[in-house]
């Protein structure tokens, strides 16, 4: 299996400031097809999560433009250039390449 | 309004079953692979089971496989995940979530927690 790994688990940011969230994996997430599967998922307090960024730097629909998704192969970053205190939540990324999809294991944003 | 809604957790003995659904509105159900992602309490997010748009491909997590079936019912709009054998590593929140064409969980529903204990 794909493992994701992020740092940090834990990201204590003040409000205004940027955030960073970096995800590797253990194999690159090129697909065949020449895509790059890498998600981004946001999950707020007891709420169920939510896709940001879709194949690398793809926004959701609805999603602020403070949050831009970058890299490839197998170095991505989730960046927050100010950081408000509705991002409050813990950040995953996810593979959709290789079977069986695999998850990041969370980084907590806390408001500093 | 792209909505699904997860039903049918609640609390089981170990090796007990349960069948969870997922009632999905506002798309068109049968154009979509969808899936089951757990969440045990506290802890990260799994991917459990995907089912395509025509049933034709169904993949499972080892965690899962032979205990778990998933199906649908394209004419209700209906996702299930049946859960035999049922341990207590099994308790999380499970939600179902959609794929959209070549990708992976845009939609997600509110889920709905199984608990596993004697």
């Known amino acids: 299996d794909v493992v994701m790994t992020q740092s940090p688990l834990s990201l204590p940011v003040t409000l205004g400031q940027p955030a960073s969230i970096s995800c590797r994996s253990s194999q690159s997430l090129v697909y065949s097809d020449g895509n790059t599967y890498l998600n981004w998922f946001q999950q707020r307090p007891g709420q169920s999560p939510r896709r940001l960024i879709y194949?690398?730097?793809n926004w959701d629909s609805g999603v602020p433009d403070r949050f831009s998704g970058s890299g490839s192969g197998t170095d991505f970053t989730l960046k927050i250039s100010r950081v408000e205190a509705e991002d409050v939540g813990v950040y995953y990324c996810?593979?959709?390449?290789?079977?069986?999809?695999?998850f990041g294991q969370g980084t907590k944003l806390e408001i500093k | 309004e792209v909505q699904l809604v997860e039903s049918g957790g609640g609390l089981v003995k170990p090796g007990g079953s349960l069948r969870l659904s997922c009632a999905a509105s506002?798309?068109?159900?049968?154009?979509?692979?969808m899936n089951w992602v757990r969440q045990a309490p506290g802890k990260g997010l799994e991917w459990v089971s995907s089912i395509s748009s025509s049933s034709s491909y169904i993949y499972y997590a080892d965690s899962v496989k032979g205990r778990f079936t998933i199906s649908r019912d394209n004419a209700k709009n209906s996702l299930y995940l049946q859960m035999n054998s049922l341990r207590a590593e099994d308790t999380a929140v499970y939600y179902c979530?959609?794929?959209?064409?070549?990708?992976?969980?845009?939609?997600w529903g509110q889920g709905t927690m199984v608990t596993v204990s004697s």
């Open positions: 996810m593979q959709g390449t290789h079977w069986p999809r695999t």
């Open positions: 979530a959609r794929d959209p064409p070549t990708d992976a969980f845009d939609i």
């Open positions: 506002g798309f068109t159900f049968s154009s979509y692979s």
């Open positions: 194949k690398v730097s």
